[in-house]
């Protein structure tokens, strides 16, 4: 299928391709290169999640494959083993046979006659973490990385744990993948397999949730893959990219700090999308970033990338407190390495007062706390999609159950560039306990924006391998990092820190209620400030990409969010809505639908009454063929234990095939 899209080279697309494996599994792929690329070969560039090549990802791949392969590469879309139309099962993230067969692909390809034999990475959220595991392999072809949205640390970084803390985005994710690994491959590709291939995958891809809570600490099962392990492992280059609004930024900064190899990095004011994608915008012209370090590292053509700073950020304006954004005001700045040189830590002192950065408090000045477990409701999620809701809401709904600090109004903007910390000495009364730390902007108004936040569960404060229980009534010392931030805090504007016990449904509350003692003359907030923020020499030009994929709705995607308490009881939930849209994928007529609603809840003096669900419809048919999957998922608890209860069901046409049902406890270990 020949591709109109007035590049440099014509386009070819290969719709379904099957790389074979060492132990006979084939892989599916789908492949767009130069019509020419057998007699002048081209460097590849591969893309391996478990995704879904035909249907999920086949709109966005769309749109950036064909550009790429327009500039000369061959850009192989590949499903992971037991996804899609791939043979054999996925039964979690990063296994050592998904890394296995990620080098035998690479290696299959640039043995082609079409690939000039160096291979290129690049990913998106799972496809970023492999692209980054698979670097740390060494496998002979690979030449360089492009890593979005992705870590380098799968404990203390990804979507399970932050500060040792349970992240409800780990109930969240658990519940995408429980839905995906239901759908059955496209018989239009693999003929009267799908049936069997699904079937197993319905029976054996297991409920990743419980696996996932069997390691609650920073054991060997998360060292896996955590290429921090040993970052000298890697030694071609990577271009590192995320956002703000992202729930990987802070990776950026290590990966340009530690790796040994050249490293860029790119942070945007983005959700978890591709950047030409980027949202809240401004969105860049990020195909021909991408191509610019691509030409380099596999073409050797001096396109400047290494002549340029090492890290760039959009630095961010004041915004109105809102769940959704269109566009952040900012400017995009660079720093010529991490740390910078332009960037120095500020200390802040906490009064006993509520002052920030003025007098100190007097040695043995105690303030005391104890949230309302609906600090947290307004949140946002961990990791936003750029959906409705899912970024923090007005924090003084938040401010009014916490601990407040507060600076005076600024008589000059300051500019924060990088990652706050806080060091607090506490007291607590129980012997597990958590603290959330909010960094906020405050206008005129009284308009409280959320900037940056950290959360720490205080029994891991010295080990997340080995937490130990804290002792009532003992006095100890932390420090508590924020998420990596570029903010402008305008003049006459406040800098506010807000601290609380709890903050659900952002993190998995303490068993019991918690009373935090907080010795504010021992305790500091530290800002990492750049006087005169140096601008990017040029600006981006405006995103680009392919011609767009023929798709016909019958329901556009849309997203919704609530905030809603009980009066009688004062339970507090919050829910949300996120439809991909049922749409019709006109070149090989298959309709196919996504739709997930999440809901969490809590009453606002008993942790124990904690509780998410989700739930996901996947729909997919053609012609007289059709299949229908519902994944549902509750995660509860008690004082000892994590309680799942999971179910899913699946038919075809109006037969139901598979009714399976889950209950499991699993211990909870000092969370």
């Known amino acids: 299928m020949k591709i109109d899209t007035n590049l440099p080279r014509p386009v070819r697309e290969i719709e379904h391709f099957e790389i074979p494996m060492p132990d006979g599994t084939k892989l599916a792929a789908r492949i767009w290169m130069p019509e020419d690329a057998e007699a002048r070969p081209v460097p590849a560039i591969l893309e391996y999640i478990p995704y879904r090549k035909n249907d999920k990802t086949l709109e966005r791949d769309h749109a950036r494959a064909p550009w790429l392969a327009g500039q000369g590469y061959a850009y192989v879309r590949l499903d992971l083993r037991g996804t899609g139309e791939s043979e054999g099962l996925m039964l979690d993230e990063y296994l050592p046979i998904e890394l296995q067969d990620g080098c035998d692909a690479i290696a299959w390809i640039a043995d082609q006659a079409w690939c000039d034999g160096g291979v290129?990475?690049?990913?998106?959220?799972?496809?970023?973490?492999?692209?980054?595991?698979?670097?740390?392999?060494?496998?002979?072809?690979?030449?360089?990385?492009?890593?979005?949205?992705?870590?380098?640390?799968?404990?203390?970084?990804?979507?399970?744990?932050?500060?040792?803390?349970?992240?409800?985005?780990?109930?969240?994710?658990?519940?995408?993948?429980?839905?995906?690994?239901?759908?059955?491959?496209?018989?239009?590709?693999?003929?009267?397999?799908?049936?069997?291939?699904?079937?197993?995958?319905?029976?054996?891809?297991?409920?990743?949730?419980?696996?996932?809570?069997?390691?609650?600490?920073?054991?060997?099962?998360?060292?896996?893959?955590?290429?921090?392990?040993?970052?000298?492992?890697?030694?071609?280059?990577?271009?590192?990219?995320?956002?703000?609004?992202?729930?990987?930024?802070?990776?950026?900064?290590?990966?340009?700090?530690?790796?040994?190899?050249?490293?860029?990095?790119?942070?945007?004011?983005?959700?978890?999308?591709?950047?030409?994608?980027?949202?809240?915008?401004?969105?860049?012209?990020?195909?021909?970033?991408?191509?610019?370090?691509?030409?380099?590292w596999m073409k050797g053509v001096d396109t400047g990338v290494t002549d340029e700073p090492a890290l760039c950020v959009y630095l961010q304006d004041h915004a109105k407190p809102a769940g959704f954004y269109d566009h952040r005001d900012g400017q995009w700045i660079t720093e010529p390495t991490w740390p910078s040189p332009n960037v120095a830590r500020t200390r802040f002192t906490l009064g006993a007062d509520g002052g920030l950065g003025g007098a100190e408090a007097e040695e043995g000045a105690k303030l005391t706390l104890s949230s309302p477990l609906w600090v947290g409701a307004h949140a946002g999620k961990w990791c936003s999609y750029a959906n409705i809701g899912d970024q923090p809401g007005d924090q003084r709904r938040e401010d009014a159950g916490s601990l407040v600090f507060e600076t005076g109004p600024l008589d000059a903007p300051a500019h924060l560039v990088g990652d706050p910390s806080l060091t607090l000495t506490f007291e607590v009364d129980k012997p597990v306990a958590q603290v959330a730390a909010r960094l906020m902007d405050v206008a005129p108004d009284g308009a409280a924006t959320r900037v940056s936040y950290g959360v720490l569960n205080l029994t891991h404060r010295d080990s997340h391998e080995h937490p130990a229980e804290l002792v009532p009534g003992e006095t100890y010392t932390v420090t508590i990092p924020m998420k990596h931030v570029a903010q402008t805090f305008r003049a006459g504007h406040r800098i506010r820190l807000g601290l609380s016990t709890s903050y659900f449904p952002i993190i998995?509350?303490?068993?019991?209620?918690?009373?935090?003692?907080?010795?504010?003359?021992?305790?500091?907030?530290?800002?990492?400030?750049?006087?005169?923020?140096?601008?990017?020499?040029?600006?981006?030009?405006?995103?680009r990409a392919a011609e767009p994929l023929d798709l016909e709705f019958d329901v556009e995607p849309h997203s919704g969010w609530s905030v809603h308490e009980d009066r009688e009881t004062g339970r507090v939930t919050v829910e949300t809505r996120d439809h991909e849209g049922a749409a019709h994928i006109v070149p090989h007529g298959l309709h196919h639908s996504a739709d997930v609603r999440e809901r969490y809840s809590i009453l606002p003096d008993d942790p124990l009454s904690a509780e998410g669900q989700v739930t996901w419809v996947h729909e997919m048919s053609r012609e007289d063929w059709s299949i229908r999957t519902v994944t549902e998922t509750r995660l509860t608890c008690d004082a000892t234990h994590f309680h799942i209860e999971a179910r899913l069901r699946a038919w075809e046409g109006d037969r139901e095939v598979r009714d399976h049902r889950w209950n499991r406890s699993i211990p909870r270990v000092l969370g």
């Open 120 to 296: 290129g990475i690049v990913g998106i959220s799972w496809g970023g973490f492999n692209g980054l595991q698979l670097a740390a392999l060494r496998p002979p072809a690979l030449k360089a990385v492009v890593s979005i949205c992705s870590t380098d640390d799968r404990y203390a970084d990804d979507v399970h744990y932050m500060g040792g803390a349970l992240l409800c985005d780990q109930l969240s994710w658990a519940s995408v993948m429980f839905g995906i690994n239901t759908l059955p491959p496209d018989p239009a590709h693999v003929g009267e397999a799908w049936r069997g291939m699904w079937e197993e995958r319905l029976d054996k891809s297991g409920l990743w949730l419980d696996t996932w809570l069997q390691h609650q600490t920073r054991d060997d099962f998360w060292k896996h893959g955590s290429v921090c392990e040993d970052i000298s492992d890697i030694e071609v280059p990577v271009y590192a990219v995320s956002g703000w609004a992202d729930g990987y930024c802070r990776a950026v900064f290590r990966l340009v700090e530690t790796l040994k190899s050249p490293a860029k990095g790119i942070v945007g004011p983005w959700s978890h999308k591709y950047p030409h994608l980027g949202a809240p915008g401004p969105a860049i012209d990020w195909l021909t970033e991408e191509t610019r370090w691509w030409d380099q």
């Open 508 to 543: 998995w509350p303490a068993p019991e209620p918690v009373t935090l003692t907080v010795l504010p003359a021992r305790s500091q907030l530290d800002l990492p400030l750049s006087e005169a923020p140096t601008p990017r020499a040029t600006e981006f030009g405006k995103p």
